[in-house]
């Protein structure tokens, strides 16, 4: 993942989990406060409406107590019966005026019924005691009537131009100054409107709102379409007795501030009580959202800026990782940024320069190191030729020393060489070098060794590493024959391919040598000796031309003659292989 990616994905995400972290930390506060505010103004709305229907029970009560205690209407309803009819009916129209003074006294209170025991009933509406005789034998009034005092259940009731709704207040009596054995009941019609009156404004609030008698009975129920769970649900937080009832849908608030043992139950639902809450959380979400976009809107071109500095400088670095060290960044960002691509430009023209000079002082040096091992070379086989001509000379063969001389000669010509040609050179030209060289010891050692060629004429062409082949004929000359018993000797040369190798060899019949274990490396034996002075530059050479791709191979005997063979690479015309 690139650092602007890591940049713009940290920010979104620390953005994203700060307002959205926070937005349900706000979100879960407001939860609690509106519901404990709702619970609260709920609470308040109950009270409300309890005070409502006390004042609507006590004014019912005190109409009944007023009634009751009444002795002129007692008078009127148990004075015996007369045979007069005129006096009876006057006398129920007394009953009835006072009854219809006491209904006019409340705005919500439509009808007075007083059943005497074994009598006519009373009312404040003539011409309808038997309508009122059916009336009290309805269920809502035989559920009711052993209790001392109640209220019935919402019931019908034919008001003047058709059926009411009504609940009645029953009270079973006994009249004082009576001799009465059983009881009277007052029945007070109360117009069911006056309830809903009461809970119209809080129905509104409320999922469900039911007002129960002291008798269990329903007296008023806001929604009809209530589902059975949340019936089931207020019937649980009602029969429980607390105040108070919540799962994770609903609550359900209970009062019984009222006379009589009412009680009221509200159920609210939490999907409505946090409507408005979810509502705002989810305009806060989009928020949230715009939030984020703004902030990339700002800061992505503050991420730019920084990070497309490090990109080029990232990339400038992976160039020079690939040995480009013609790398360079430009960074204008007047901070750290340019500070340190200015730092980078610097540290990647020193470490060109670097370079360079550490290319040119390996060079000067493996020039240095050729030069040296062909310095050798050249003192070592002067120093012997030179021997020979001061021998020849001494031995009055001016002849022979004029010959080795002019062949020394024709021998330096051939050997004397700058650039390219120091260090390497075709096998015919080896081969006319080691001829010349031949006539030289052929003089200094007449008869004492033979020269022998094997040569495919194909490989003559081939590019061989300078005076390689005659310090191994000197060696095998000077070390290998001269030092033996043979009259004669042998020394064959050779010159073949091997596979992918150019194998060059030089075999001598003479006494041997003991090959050291770890290789020929340069040394002295001793003060006047040059033994191994050859193959050891031969195999430096090779390692600083070829490295692994060429090798010295040495076998020797003790009495049985020497081989030294030099495998080099048939392609060798770039330096080396490995």
């Known amino acids: 993942m690139k650092i602007r990616t890591k940049i713009i994905a940290s920010t979104v995400l620390v953005v994203s989990f700060s307002l959205i972290l926070s937005g349900f930390f706000i979100y879960d506060y407001a939860k609690d406060i509106i519901r404990e505010q709702s619970i609260k103004d709920s609470r308040t709305k109950l009270a409300q409406a309890s005070f409502q229907l006390k004042k609507i029970q006590e004014q019912v009560m005190k109409t009944a107590e007023y009634i009751v205690s009444d002795e002129e209407l007692t008078k009127l309803i148990y004075a015996p019966a007369s045979e007069d009819i005129e006096e009876n009916y006057f006398r129920k129209q007394a009953v009835q005026e006072k009854l219809g003074r006491f209904v006019a006294l409340s705005n919500f209170i439509l009808n007075v ?3 005497p025991p074994n009598r006519d009933t009373y009312s404040n509406f003539s011409g309808y005691e038997e309508y009122f005789s059916e009336y009290l034998k309805k269920d809502w009034f035989v559920k009711i009537k052993e209790s001392r005092a109640g209220y019935s259940e919402p ?12 609940f009645s207040y029953v009270l079973k009596y006994r009249p004082i100054g009576q001799d009465e054995i059983e009881d009277s009941y007052l029945v007070i019609d109360i117009a069911y409107s006056e309830l809903a009156n009461v809970f119209l404004q809080s129905s509104r609030d409320f999922e469900q709102i039911e007002l129960y008698s002291g008798s269990d009975a329903l007296l008023l129920a806001a929604n009809d379409t209530l589902s059975d769970s949340d019936r089931t649900f207020m019937a649980e937080a009602l029969h429980s007795g607390g105040s108070f009832a919540e799962d994770d849908r609903r609550i359900v608030l209970t009062d ?8 009221q139950a509200a159920l609210l639902s939490k999907n409505k009580l946090f409507e408005k809450i979810n509502r705002v959380f989810f305009f806060y979400i989009i928020i949230i959202i ?16 920084l990070t497309k500095p490090l990109i080029r400088l990232t990339n400038a670095m992976k160039r020079v990782a690939v040995g480009d060290l013609g790398t360079s960044v430009q ?21 060109k320069s670097l370079m360079e000079t550490s290319v040119r ?3 000067m040096k493996r020039q240095m190191q050729i030069d040296l091992l062909m310095a050798q070379i050249n003192p070592h086989f002067l120093y012997n030729s030179l021997n020979t001509v001061i021998y020849l000379s ?22 004397i060489k700058t650039g390219e040609g120091t260090m390497r050179g075709p096998l015919s030209e080896e081969k006319r070098i080691v001829d010349q060289y031949a006539i030289i010891q052929h003089t200094r050692y007449p008869g004492r060794f033979r020269l022998v060629w094997e040569v495919d004429e194909a490989l003559l062409d081939r590019s061989v590493p300078r005076m390689a082949l005659q310090p191994l004929v000197e060696n095998a000359i000077v070390h290998g024959i001269i030092p033996s018993d043979r009259e004669e000797g042998m020394i064959v040369i050779r010159a073949y391919r091997a596979g992918e190798q150019l194998c060059l060899e030089v075999e001598d019949d003479g006494q041997g040598m003991i090959v ?13 000796h040059t033994r191994g002075i050859g193959l050891s530059n031969i195999q430096e050479r090779l390692n600083s031309h070829f490295g692994a791709s060429a090798r010295l191979e040495v076998f020797s005997e003790q009495g049985r003659g020497t081989l030294v063979r030099i495998r080099l690479p048939m392609d060798n015309r770039d330096g080396k292989s490995n």
């Open 290 to 305: 715009t939030g984020i976009i703004v902030t990339l809107i700002v800061m992505l071109p503050i991420i730019v800026s």
């Open 155 to 166: 019931h019908p009731f034919f008001f003047i131009s058709g059926n009411r709704q009504v």
């Open 256 to 263: 019984d501030a009222m006379s009589q043992g009412w009680k």
């Open 113 to 115: 019924v007083i059943a």
């Open 516 to 528: 050291p274990e770890d290789g020929w490396k340069m040394r002295a034996e001793g003060p006047g």
């Open 361 to 363: 002082n390996e060079a």
């Open 331 to 351: 960074i204008r960002s007047g901070d750290e940024l340019e500070i340190l691509g200015t730092g980078f430009n610097r540290m990647v023209e020193d470490l």
């Open 394 to 415: 001494h031995a009055n063969r001016g002849a022979e020393a004029a010959e080795v001389t002019q062949a020394l000669i024709s021998l330096l010509q051939n050997t």
